[in-house]
């Protein structure tokens, strides 16, 4: 394989790339070097300056369309299922199209790639260029949607002064600098956005920026804030509304009625841009910053040499999200944040509380992500002090839930329903394209293992729970599927090797699973998805959904893949196979970038023949959120429990505005 440094070389991009200017004239991206924030139109022009490159181009193409054999869902994009319909599309024809489009620059081009990845809406699959989402734009009037004496509206976030201060006086001078007074903004009802109804700009955002989720409904709610975890830390995510991934808004467009006021106004807000990038002095340094390759970027065989013969660290499969609003997490306002006391296994990505009522313990999941024993021995310390505290139900809060480990999902769903359901995941397949099916012949025949490849087949077992040795070849030949008619060669079932796990597993369930709950805003995805969705599917488990559009059905859940390769991982499998070279192998990128892809399928246990991303299962309940529990956990907490064990139940739905018909509650 042409080493990197070659590759770039051969090509004359570290000159051709900078070689063009529309004038000379003073460099844009020096202008807010050494800056956090900067206005937008200053941050565009810096991404502009870079002139289209065809190199670049067919380097990217051919990096993208190589991964794409991979992708598992390819074919279900010619005809996708209700009510996943807008996301029909037909992959190969987007890519030809960018192909032979014209640009005038390299983010025109990048932006088309971006955006067509994007509204896929798999959050699994996707093209993110470094050069060109270095920024987050933002204004100080974030908004959300809430129930106001049973009707909802849009609104400027109530909480918008004590969230936008906590960003501090580089942003928030900036307006004063300009005198727009975004502080009496804040709670004000907002009837239209940028000329159409509130409501009607968050659909189109759904459709046109948000990506992650197949569900229109779950991106929907993904516009707006909510409170999350970040890291390790409460949070308040702007939302995509309030903060889009590009700086190519200078201002938002509110009509708006005032907290106190009966009068309509229109307001233009600015939009200010958070630089999140790696530091730069200067166009050129700029752009070999955040946009050259770098050591990072691609793969390399990841065989052992010398003395080396296993990983420090196994590998494990992750499913997970990319939100780029997490590069500058803002936190939760302290007024805001549980009161409750935390108990005890509350220092990583799970914060767990016992409700003043002192029989309902609370586990708030921020991730999958984090410290991958951790995860596991705070689940049994606070499940410990539950039991201990004579805690008798549990609520499980999923809010903006982004995924992480597969195996911790797994771990998760059997602590909570014993050890004796058996396998505590979904069947899973890859897909069997050619060059797949040469990786897995490579890997046995090199006796590559699961140390480091993933395509191995001691990496998974058997539908009987028996690891697959290493000579077998799980994936040759192929099972031909039809999916929208046409033939779609995947592997043979197999399951996920996740045990043993670091903490004994309880072989009974540790609570009654009639009194498990789980709450959330659907933005739960990947690991999020597959667990949340093992537990309706297996256990019955009540979902209860907050937030989105009145009158727009929502899924419970976001997109569930079964395991998701970057670019970087996909290449090591391709290199420590010794395939570096085939014909068939993606080009290595010559840009500093990421072409994620979902590269396993999960099946539903209740239709092994159906992945659970295209299995339509709605909440039980859903309920708007209120200026009481949109950023407020505990707040919201209180509500799901008293709403689900009151004696009056039915007497609060009628108080409450509930979306989903009440024959849809479970028996």
Not at 120 to 133: A, I
Not at 403 to 426: D, K, N
Request: overall charge negative.
């Amino acid at each position: 394989m042409h080493s990197l440094k070659s590759l770039v070389v051969s090509a004359g991009l570290s000159v051709s790339i900078l070689a063009v200017t529309a004038a000379p004239q003073a460099d844009p991206c020096a202008k807010f070097a050494g800056q956090t924030f900067v206005v937008p139109a200053d941050a565009l022009a810096c991404l502009k300056s870079f002139p289209f490159n065809e190199t670049l181009r067919q380097n990217v193409i051919g990096n993208i369309a190589g991964v794409f054999d991979f992708y598992t869902f390819e074919d279900f994009y010619l005809n996708s299922p209700p009510p996943f319909q807008e996301s029909t599309t037909n992959i190969r024809a987007d890519i030809a199209r960018i192909n032979s489009t014209k640009y005038e620059t390299d983010y025109d081009f990048n932006r088309a790639v971006y955006d067509f990845t994007t509204q896929l809406n798999d959050g699994h699959t996707r093209w993110f260029p470094s050069c060109y989402t270095s920024f987050q734009n933002l204004i100080p009037t974030p908004v959300v949607t809430l129930d106001e004496n049973g009707v909802q509206n849009v609104f400027v976030a109530p909480d918008a002064v004590e969230f936008i201060t906590l960003i501090g006086t580089n942003f928030t001078d900036h307006f004063a600098q300009l005198g727009f007074n975004w502080q009496r903004l804040a709670g004000a009802k907002v009837l239209e956005i940028e000329g159409i109804d509130a409501y009607a700009y968050a659909d189109h955002i759904a459709s046109t920026q948000s990506g992650n989720y197949l569900d229109h409904g779950v991106r929907v709610n993904s516009a707006f804030g909510s409170y999350r975890i970040s890291g390790t830390d409460f949070s308040q995510r702007f939302g995509d509304i309030s903060g889009p991934a590009f700086p190519d808004q200078n201002t938002l467009t509110l009509k708006l009625i005032p907290v106190n006021s009966t009068k309509t106004e229109t307001v233009q807000v600015p939009f200010f841009a958070n630089y999140v990038g790696a530091p730069f002095t200067d166009r050129a340094s700029f752009w070999t910053a955040n946009c050259a390759a770098n050591e990072a970027t691609n793969g390399a065989d990841q065989r052992p040499t010398g003395s080396s013969a296993r990983r420090a660290t196994p590998r494990r499969a992750r499913a997970a999200i990319i939100d780029s609003s997490l590069k500058n997490a803002v936190g939760l306002p302290s007024p805001f944040l549980p009161t409750a006391p935390p108990v005890n296994g509350s220092t990583g990505v799970i914060k767990s509380f016992i409700l003043p009522d002192n029989i309902t313990g609370v586990m708030f999941v921020g991730s999958f992500e984090g410290d991958f024993v951790q995860f596991q021995t705070d689940t049994l310390a606070a499940i410990q002090q539950f039991q201990a505290s004579g805690v008798t139900r549990l609520l499980l809060d999923l809010t903006n839930n982004g995924g992480g480990f597969v195996c911790l999902g797994q771990f998760l769903h059997q602590f909570l329903a014993g050890s004796q359901i058996g396998y505590p995941g979904f069947q899973s397949t890859n897909r069997a394209n050619p060059l797949a099916q040469k990786i897995v012949a490579a890997d046995i025949a090199l006796g590559n293992t699961d140390q480091f490849t993933f395509y191995s087949p001691d990496n998974w077992a058997f539908l009987n729970d028996t690891e697959q040795p290493l000579t077998f070849n799980y994936i040759d030949p192929a099972v031909i599927r039809k999916t929208n008619g046409v033939n779609d060669p995947t592997s043979q079932r197999f399951e996920d090797i996740c045990t043993p796990f670091s903490v004994p597993i309880p072989e009974t369930p540790p609570f009654d699973l009639n009194n498990v709950a789980i709450v959330g805003n659907a933005n739960c995805a990947s690991t999020c998805a597959m667990f949340s969705t093992l537990m309706f599917e297996r256990h019955q488990t009540k979902n209860v959904i907050f937030g989105g559009k009145p009158g727009e059905v929502m899924q419970y859940k976001g997109m569930a893949g079964n395991q998701v390769l970057e670019w970087v991982d996909l290449d090591n499998e391709i290199q420590t196979a010794g395939l570096g070279d085939d014909p068939l192998a993606p080009p290595e990128l010559l840009v500093n970038a990421n072409m994620r892809h979902n590269w396993r399928t999960a099946w539903s246990f209740l239709n092994e023949q159906v992945p659970i991303a295209y299995v339509s299962e709605l909440p039980q309940l859903r309920f708007a959120y209120t200026k009481d529990t949109y950023n407020n956990p505990q707040n919201l907490w209180t509500f799901a429990y008293v709403i689900f064990h009151s004696p009056g139940f039915y007497t609060h739905l009628m108080h409450f505005y509930l979306y989903d018909r009440a024959s849809q509650l479970f028996k």
